[in-house]
């Protein structure tokens, strides 16, 4: 081989390697969920937006960041043209079809909400059978919702329609996050002061889902990793839930926000459902 046609080898090999060093990996980001990830005013924002940019940056992983549903955003995850999605609440199906980082984003409680005018007095768990319960198309609920073969699931696309669908009567409950619904009740003054929270359904804890057909997804998760816990140790996570005023779910098992230094489960255990009125006073 002459050794010109050697240094073309050679530098085109050095070229394609330093195209993939700087290959920018496309995240899928929820772009209807606020507070947590939306698309608004021309761009993506929200409490875990914050937190996954903020992760990247401190483990300096430059990474692109698109709006899509969160069905297709996962279903584009699955197939491996999205490197990673979020947020998911992980069950058994998503944990074998996802690759699940041991860093979560944060937690919250689904809630069971009905209209204050219809709510039962007494407060005690609903009984689901036969009822009509709006739920979000894609989202995981937790075994109480899930599991239950009686309840009648009305698909929704955003959480929003759920409530108006309440409002009209057409179902029977929402299940929707305490922190997505208190957004919405403040930006939509005709919800405010007409639903109340029956029962803590389920308490998740929200993760970033990486594809496993993506070649790079499982680098890029230990990026991720690497930068959550730069951002937990040196108390950047903490800041951001606090510009968020984000209270994690109401369960000690997954308040994982521990101080800096002490030791805690990078997994923790999901909670075990609970029933009885809300414990946030909605």
Sequence with gaps: MRASTRLLL???FALSAMTRAEQVLRIGAEDDWYPYTAYRDGRIQGLSVDIVEAAFAASNTPVELVPYPYSRCMRMTHEGSLAACFNTAPDER???DYLIPDEPLFSDDILLWTRRDTAPPDGEPQNLAGRKVAVTIGYEYGARLDNDQQVIRIPVRRDLSGFLMLQRGRVDFVAAYRGT????F????????QFVALETLHSPTLYLSFSRRDPAAAD???RFDQGMRSLRKDGRYQKIL???????ANCRQLDYTSPAGQPRDPRPTPCTTTTGRSHHGL
Aim: net charge neutral; aromatic share 4%.
């Design 181 to 184: 619904a208190q957004a919405l």
């Design 186 to 193: 403040r930006e939509n003054p005709q919800l405010e002061g």
């Design 242 to 248: 606090e510009r968020w005023q984000h209270a994690p």
């Design 94 to 96: 998503i944990s074998a």
């Design 10 to 12: 050679l530098l085109l």
């Design 220 to 222: 890029l998760l230990k």
